[in-house]
Structure formats: C-alpha cells, structure tokens
C-alpha cells in the first residue's frame, strides 16, 4: 500500500502463505479444495466452496500489525467432501484472508499481464547472489539463526559493494571521495 501511495507499481509474486491451501501443510487432500478454487463475494463478504457451501465471517485477529480475517462453515460437517478432499481439519475448513487482500489480486493480475516484469527483476536481483556465490566461495552460508545470518549476508553484501566501487572507480578514486567527505 505504501508503494502505491508513493507512486511504485510492485510486481511482487504472491506469497504461500497461511492458510492459502496449497498441499499436506495446510491440511488440504486434493487440488480440488486448494484455496484459489474458493470464490470470494466481496459484497456479502463471504467464500463460496467448490461445493457450493458458505464460508462466512467467524472472527477477525490481529496478526504482527495486519488484519487477518477467518472465514468458516458449519455446513462442513455434512459434506460429503468433509475429512476426504477439503480438509483433515476436524472443526471444518478456514480460510483466512488479509486485510491487504485487494491489493495482492489487483499485483497477480499485473503480474499476469505483464510476465516479463518478474522476469527482468529475477534477472537484475539473481545476477548479485550469483556473482557473490561465485566471487566469494559461498555455497552455504556458515552460521545459525536469523540474526546471524542477516550478519553474514550482510557483510557479504558490503564486501561485494566495495569490490564494485574499487573496479569502477578504483583506490585512489575511493580515498578522494572519503577525504572530500571529512
């Protein structure tokens, strides 16, 4: 949302994230009752099932700073469908949906018309890990933990960066613009 506000078009892929309904993580058998086969109806406020049942509206939480809202079905324990293809869940299916939810189908139509736009990023963003995977002999990276390997990566990042203004503009060209900056 911030992006759009400053006038940036994300070209962003969606994420698989929480409760979207891809394969035995979330619970869900068969392709059938992925998540994306679940219509939503924005005026009713509610998810249609391949089935025909209703979802609606059974809670809203806050997750991290976001709007999650929980959608579910007492229609579930009837269905034929139930503990076979839609899901393993014994309270019935749930589906979640973000606040941001608009913004992320409005970012996979664009991504959809414009394919190419993911692939010149892919392209741009790869070409750096790549030349630091090659340059600095690093296949994997050596510590644990989030914060450590943010460090590592980090100092990687640096390193590579340094490498690049030393090949563009050279030593003395390097010391000149940290003498003019003191």
């Not at 219509?39 to 809670?59: I, N, S, T």
């Not at 997750?63 to 079905?73: E, I």
């Not at 070409?127 to 630091?132: E, K, L, R």
Request: aromatic share 10%; net charge positive; hydrophobic share 35%.
């Amino acid at each position: 949302m911030r992006c759009l506000d400053a006038g940036v078009t994300p070209y962003v892929p969606r994420p698989d994230g929480y409760g979207r309904g891809r394969g035995a993580r979330s619970g869900v058998p068969t392709s059938g009752f992925h998540g994306d086969r679940f219509l939503y109806d924005e005026g009713c406020d509610v998810y249609v099932c391949p089935a025909g049942k209703v979802l609606v509206l059974r809670g809203v939480v806050e997750v991290g700073g976001r709007v999650r809202r929980a959608y579910r079905s007492g229609a579930c324990f009837s269905c034929p469908h139930f503990m076979v293809e839609c899901t393993r869940n014994r309270s019935g299916r749930v589906l979640y949906r973000w606040g941001e939810e608009g913004l992320l189908v409005e970012m996979e139509e664009r991504l959809r018309a414009e394919p190419w736009v993911l692939d010149a990023r892919k392209g741009t963003v790869e070409h750096v890990f790549g030349s630091v995977k090659r340059a600095f002999n690093q296949r994997y990276l050596l510590l644990r933990g989030l914060g450590r390997v943010a460090g590592e990566v980090g100092f990687s990042m640096l390193v590579y960066d340094l490498r690049r203004v030393l090949s563009m503009v050279g030593v003395r060209g390097l010391m000149e613009s940290f003498s003019s900056v003191c």
